[in-house]
């Protein structure tokens, strides 16, 4: 028996008698067990830790920051642009206030361009006997650009030099 127990082998890493049935061979060498576990051990690789990640962008204070100057920028430029809003928002004023001093004919030459100006927002053609009181003549009634202008024909007879009234312009238009 003593030529039996020399002839065990020995595990190469610790120096222990390996069992016959618990031997491992690695690279032509004989380890027991537990050695053959801590050399694989050694090759398999560690796991790196992770870095935390990083935070989204939306949920950054510097995100929360640029967001909150944009939205104030905003709203000073709309509140600079109210007052030009708001201007633009009013009803156009007439270029003169105030009244001409005209006689009854030229006053009825006037009534009967608001007749005309009223018919050409409801989007009809004043009637072909609607006339001039101090001519007597037909109001002349053009088209242009997708406009409709119905003018007195002779604004001279009442001392002025233009009388109209058109579908855009519903004020009838004196220049004296």
């Known amino acids: 028996m003593g030529e039996e127990e020399k002839a065990r082998p020995r595990c190469r890493g610790c120096g222990?008698?390996?069992p016959l049935d618990g031997t491992v061979k690695a690279e032509g060498e004989l380890w027991c067990p537990r050695c053959a576990v801590e050399r694989a051990e050694r090759y398999i690789a560690e796991k790196e830790e992770k870095a935390p990640p990083r935070p989204r962008?939306?949920?950054?204070?510097?995100?929360?920051?640029?967001?909150g100057v944009v939205v104030l920028l905003c709203l000073v430029v709309a509140a600079l642009q109210a007052p030009r809003v708001m201007?633009?928002?009013k009803p156009n004023k007439p270029l003169r206030?105030?009244?001409y001093e005209t006689d009854a004919v030229a006053d009825a030459c006037l009534n009967n361009l608001w007749k005309a100006a009223a018919l050409?927002?409801?989007?009809k053609t004043p009637p072909a006997d609607l006339r001039c009181p101090a001519t007597g003549r037909p109001y002349l009634v053009t088209r242009r650009d997708g406009q409709v202008e119905v003018r007195c024909p002779d604004p001279a007879a009442h001392g002025l030099k233009g009388l109209w009234a058109s579908d855009r312009q519903p004020l009838p238009v004196v220049v004296k």
């Open 16 to 18: 222990a008698e390996i």
């Open 87 to 89: 201007e633009a928002m």
């Open 57 to 67: 962008l939306r949920d950054t204070r510097a995100w929360r920051i640029t967001l």
């Open 120 to 123: 050409l927002q409801g989007g």
């Open 97 to 99: 206030l105030g009244t």
